[in-house]
């Protein structure tokens, strides 16, 4: 795995632990600037969380500190729904941010969520 700057980590973030090989977890995709990995608790058939290795709290954050990441955020989140096998038929990327979106930890991250049909408006 790759290295991430110590300046960008927090060392109590789950996802920065996961990004370190610290805490286990089923990798999907990574690159020099993201990890995917399966969600514990799926809401879909294909439930792939998509983190940067740069802590930051929210995707808001990571605009403002690296906006180029972002991108490679998105790229991400695309090779991931390609390996998937759910592209063609659909998905959805969900950025939950902020407690009252019920955002759980901290650290921005994408849901890639597929293989169902998805409703709108959702939950």
């Not at 608790?41 to 972002?70: F, G, I, K, Y």
């Not at 592209?87 to 169902?116: C, E, I, M, P």
Request: one cysteine or more.
């Amino acid at each position: 795995m790759a290295t991430t700057d110590a300046a960008s980590t927090d060392p109590d973030c789950l996802f920065c632990k996961i990004v370190a090989g610290e805490i286990p977890a089923t990798l999907v995709h990574e690159d020099s600037h993201t990890v995917a990995f399966r969600d514990l608790d799926p809401q879909a058939p294909t439930h792939v969380l998509v983190v940067p290795r740069r802590h930051v709290p929210d995707v808001a954050a990571l605009a403002h500190e690296a906006p180029e990441e972002v991108a490679s955020l998105v790229e991400a989140v695309a090779a991931v729904a390609r390996a998937e096998g759910v592209a063609d038929d659909g998905y959805r990327s969900v950025f939950n941010t902020g407690a009252g979106a019920q955002q759980s930890v901290f650290h921005a991250h994408v849901h890639v969520l597929g293989g169902r049909a998805m409703t709108w408006p959702p939950g």
